[in-house]
């Protein structure tokens, strides 16, 4: 019942600077999963939506900023698998046209409540959460998605892989794509996550709330570019490139900023000679519509 094509394409890309380094690269291209419901957001909404079916709930409500790709997947997700949606938005000052994100939710049906930025903080408040359930009768997902039942879905997009490989990178917000893609390495993989947003420590202990693993990855906070969302001519250069290079779109939000990190960790020799890596593009372009709406344009598409 809740399935989408699969798997996703494992797609070789080229660059000088990988032959100068001696090593192969791999985007899973978790992009292409579904038009709608894209890429990660997908896979930790999957079981989720199980759980919430096999306990009888037929309304689902979760939390997002105003250009949330989990808020816009959610939506889609629901309408698409007969769900009634509950998104809880940070900021009163926004409404359901304030960006296509938005406006893309409430056309699948998401009945979209405005809160303060104060009162969002109390997203993770267990109490709150339950009187929120209550309150609208619904399952409750948690923001960005990441949850237990989130580390099964993201757990099979490494199952899905069939060639050996030594790293593997994505970006990470929640934590929970990285805790599980940690879940399907065997030995000497190693997992990176690149951190799109500043939380040093923090990312660190959410991650391994998710996962009992202490080996096998890390996370690395030096391309997040002064925050979630924040960005400088020199990513937005980079992404134009690659797109030009590669014909593949990347979003400034994530996946940008995850491939400007792993070019430039490979340039100062992180990667031994010989390496295979594997780059998870976990989506998110539809986020690139309100980006370019806000900033003239800046990226190609």
């Known amino acids: 019942m809740f399935e989408l094509e699969k798997p996703t394409p494992l797609q070789q890309i080229y660059a000088p600077l990988f ?3 001696g090593v192969e690269v791999f985007l899973k291209r978790e992009d292409l999963i579904d038009v709608d419901i894209s890429g990660n957001k997908w896979r930790k909404l999957k079981y989720n939506l199980i759980q919430a079916s096999e306990l009888g709930f037929q309304k689902i409500l979760t939390f997002g900023g105003a250009y949330s790709n989990h808020i816009a ?12 949606s509950v998104g ?7 409404n359901a046209n304030s960006n296509p994100t938005l406006r893309q939710a409430t056309e699948y049906g998401m009945n979209l409540k405005f809160i303060t930025r104060s009162d969002y903080q109390h997203r993770d408040d267990k109490v709150w959460i339950n009187d929120l359930s209550e309150k609208y009768q619904a399952f409750v ?11 099964k879905g993201v757990k099979e997009l490494v199952d899905e892989i069939d060639i050996n490989f030594d790293y593997i990178l994505c970006p990470i917000g929640t934590g929970g794509t990285l805790a599980g893609i940690i879940q399907g390495l065997v030995a000497k993989q190693k997992a990176l996550g690149i951190s799109c947003l500043k939380g040093e420590g923090y990312l660190e202990q959410m991650v391994q709330g998710l996962t009992k693993k202490t080996e096998s990855w890390a996370l690395i906070h030096n391309y997040h570019f002064g925050g979630y969302a924040r960005f400088d001519s020199h990513l937005i250069g980079f992404i134009n490139q690659f797109y030009e290079a590669h014909g593949i779109p990347l979003d400034p939000i994530y996946t940008g900023k995850m491939m400007y990190g792993f070019f430039d960790l490979l340039k100062k020799g992180k990667f ?4 295979r890596v ?11 519509a309100g980006f370019n709406a806000q900033h003239n344009d800046l990226l190609k598409t």
């Open 272 to 275: 031994p000679d010989g390496s």
């Open 19 to 21: 032959l100068e380094k």
């Open 141 to 151: 997902v948690p923001e960005g998605g990441s949850n237990e039942a989130a580390l």
């Open 73 to 84: 997947a959610t939506a889609a997700a629901c309408k698409r698998f007969g769900f009634e």
């Open 88 to 94: 809880i938005i940070r900021g009163e000052e926004l």
């Open 278 to 288: 594997i780059c998870v593009h976990t989506g998110g372009l539809q986020g690139i």
